[in-house]
């Protein structure tokens, strides 16, 4: 009886639904279950249209960050303007900067000074031998070519050196001018954005239907904001200005006196050339004299030679024949009257 029991209990675990039944095979990976090579486009069709308050939503929040950004933008831009004001106080005192534009002006004349040096010494030198040829006229034209160098060494040392200070002043203003201008103009224009962003959040709100009068509050602040930079960007530009106008004028009148200095040292300069050139063309005069002496002594010997020679030669011609002696005119004699009793006889 136990036996038929435990049969039967088993065979009523058998015959229990899914027990019996092998366990099902797991899905092939390889197979999808759906087709997921459907176009995206599909999808995107399928999807529904944003509505127009979707839209307009959408747009709102494209303006006012924008709006944001164009503030933030003039914001950063007038903040550079300060700085670049502040820092004009910042600068060298007026004292040192004129002495480094003299240091830059010294360079920059340095080379032309140079040149202009050797071309005085080479002249220099050719007056003081321009004396060996005795032409006077040879002696003028070299000293005059002296005194014309020893004059761009003037020039060189004190005209153009101050020149050059004072070109390199007024091009480093001009450059702190531009620069003012274009931080401002920078500001101003920021500004404007600001503003014109501030139109077009106005407009996004009223679409996305914010109430009229939070729209237009909204965009009278905005509105003021932006005009309020663009007028700070005009302030800050004048007193830039300003600020560089007054600082130069000082360094100018720290200038002035090292560039008089640097033309009164090249005028003694000059003074001391000119004197060089006064010492080579007397030395030239002097040599010229003496060649000039020389080629007359030498002629006038020349000529008492040739007058010398050409009396003596003439001496020689008029010279008379030697006279013949008494005995020899008695002989003489004697012959022509035998000749001549000969000759009667015959």
Do not use: W
């Given at each position: ?7 039967f209990?088993?065979?009523s ?23 997921s ?11 529904p ?33 300060e ?20 240091e ?25 031998k ?20 020893a ?122 050339e ?7 063309k ?28 050409k ?26 009257d ?5 000759d009667?006889?015959?």
């Amino acid at each position: 009886m136990a036996r038929l029991v435990l049969a039967f209990a088993l065979l009523s675990l058998l015959c229990l639904p899914g027990l019996a039944q092998p366990a099902p095979e797991p899905a092939d990976s390889t197979t999808p279950a759906e087709d997921s090579s459907e176009p995206a486009e599909k999808e995107a069709t399928a999807a529904p249209k944003p509505s127009k308050e979707e839209l307009a939503k959408q747009a709102l929040s494209r303006a006012t960050n924008a709006h944001k950004e164009a503030l933030e933008h003039a914001d950063g831009a007038i903040k550079k303007l300060e700085a670049f004001v502040h820092d004009l106080d910042d600068h060298a005192d007026a004292k040192t900067a004129a002495a480094g534009l003299e240091e830059s002006a010294q360079k920059d004349v340095e080379k032309s000074a140079e040149d202009a040096e050797n071309t005085f010494q080479s002249r220099l030198g050719t007056s003081a031998k321009s004396g060996s040829s005795g032409d006077s006229k040879a002696v003028a034209a070299a000293a005059k070519k002296s005194n014309r160098a020893a004059k761009d060494v003037e020039h060189s040392a004190g005209d153009d050196k101050a020149k050059a200070m004072r070109e390199l002043r007024k091009h480093i203003q001009k450059a702190k001018k531009e620069e003012a201008h274009t931080l401002a103009r920078e500001a101003r224009e920021g500004a404007r954005a600001a503003v014109k962003a501030a139109h077009t959040l106005e407009r996004a709100q009223r679409h996305a239907g914010v109430k009229e009068d939070i729209y237009e509050r909204a965009l009278d602040r905005n509105a003021r904001i932006g005009e309020g930079m663009e007028d700070k960007a005009k302030d800050l530009q004048d007193e830039a200005e300003d600020k560089i106008e007054r600082y130069f004028d000082t360094v100018e009148g720290r200038s002035e006196p090292l560039e008089d200095d640097a033309r009164k040292e090249a005028a003694k300069h000059l003074a001391a050339e000119r004197g060089a050139v006064h010492g080579a063309k007397k030395q030239a005069v002097e040599e010229a004299e003496k060649v000039r002496a020389a080629a007359k002594k030498a002629a006038a010997e020349a000529k008492a030679e040739a007058k010398a020679a050409k009396a003596k030669e003439a001496s020689a011609d008029a010279e008379p024949t030697e006279p013949v002696p008494k005995e020899a005119k008695h002989d003489t004699k004697a012959n022509d009257d035998t000749k001549a009793k000969h000759d009667t006889k015959a």
